[in-house]
């Protein structure tokens, strides 16, 4: 694989736009057509939410690494956390009524919905993996 | 980062809530406290103005299905103006655009709303 | 210090708008004046473009790493590579003819001037670290 | 990233060059190809539009220092027409305004090359 660029964020709200903006900047840096450059934000964000979700939740405090290797035919994207786990197998996406702002299921099934490939890797934390035509 | 804002007019039990920017896990707490607070003022059907929304993930869908469920719980209404395209995906993706109509203006959606 | 927001690049001269990109994003959210965002947005352009050029003449791939310390009442900058010199003290700006489109010294007396506490720490590579108001 | 474009329309030995988006180690060599270009085709009178240049580090300062060089030689000139806020703050730190004028627009850098 080719060297990535990565960013490296506090798992902290104020910082899933900073996500998104450097995901937008690469993605479009490396070609890709600007309505999967849209699916991309969406994507990164919802893994962005999760991770920061579940180090809230598990009350750690590591940071979240996003890694956007420039690869062809298709970037390859990874978002690693030090917490989190996949969501359930077949799981697409489940309206389930939310007590809260956020549900962990639903991000990841739109991670899925909209990146097909996209790889869920419990390993003492979540890594989401998923390519990106361009 | 994530700039957001957020406002509301009122008229009788319906109003119209104006989000503008991003609307996502930093920002999506400002606008569910929002829809809560109108609500809970009596305004039972909401009209959710989202022209001016850049970008929306499923933070933001879980705040509409919330809201939602706490307007039907007062048989009223929430309904959507203006979403782009990323936000309309999403909302398709998830069969959400089955229960929460979507409307091109403020009007249309205030136009069905009064008759 | 706080936890850092961190960018990693390749050292190559198509990721010095990403960096401009993230430093802009990350000094607007930590409430950097819009005057002091663009000096920030020269001063890691300038930082990075003589890291890549110092990768470039010594040969090595290794990546430049970005970080931005939440401090208060300054954020604290820091731009890290592997390669590179520091620029000799005293220099401010010098208009030195430059044959080619970089010179270092032109950088390395830009970033002194908008940031006058800027240090340049040779450590096996050099380290550029400055602080910004918010 | 770092968008750029450069555009030159000639008219006897000058020439005026508009460059668009960021002038940066990445697209100044761009720039330098291009007036390079321009001063071997004997336009040695440069008008630089930077009207819709962005931003601009360095490296489009040893350009501009670069290409003066070269129409000095030939008794040409090189001018500046709407630096931004922060182009203009770097060419006055660098010292650079001294040598490099600055004008608001194409026609008043013409209009003092063509009398
Ligand atoms: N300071 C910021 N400027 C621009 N975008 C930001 C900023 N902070 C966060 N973002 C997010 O990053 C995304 C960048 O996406 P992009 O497509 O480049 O911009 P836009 O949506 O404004 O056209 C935006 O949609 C927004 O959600
Ligand atoms: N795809 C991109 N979109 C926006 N800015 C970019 C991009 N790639 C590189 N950049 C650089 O990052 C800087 C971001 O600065 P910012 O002040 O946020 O934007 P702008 O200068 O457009 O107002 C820009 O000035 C530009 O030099």
Redesign the pocket.
Known sequence: MTDPVELMLPPQPEFV??A??FA??IGRHFGVDEEV?ADL?VAISEACTGAIWAHNQEGIADPIVIRVFPDLPSLNVEVESKAGQAPAEGVEWEPVTPSDTFHPLLGGGLIRTLFPDAEFIENGGLTVRFSVPR | ???FSVDARSDGDWVVVTAAG?I?VYTAPRLKRALTEEIDRGHHHIVLDMTKV??MDSTGLAVMVGGLKKVKAKKGTLELVGPNDQIRRILTITDLVKILPVHDSVEDACRGKTT
Chains 1, 3 share one sequence.
């Open positions: 736009g900073t998104r903006i937008a900047a450059v934000k | 980062m994530s700039d991003d996502d850049r970008f």
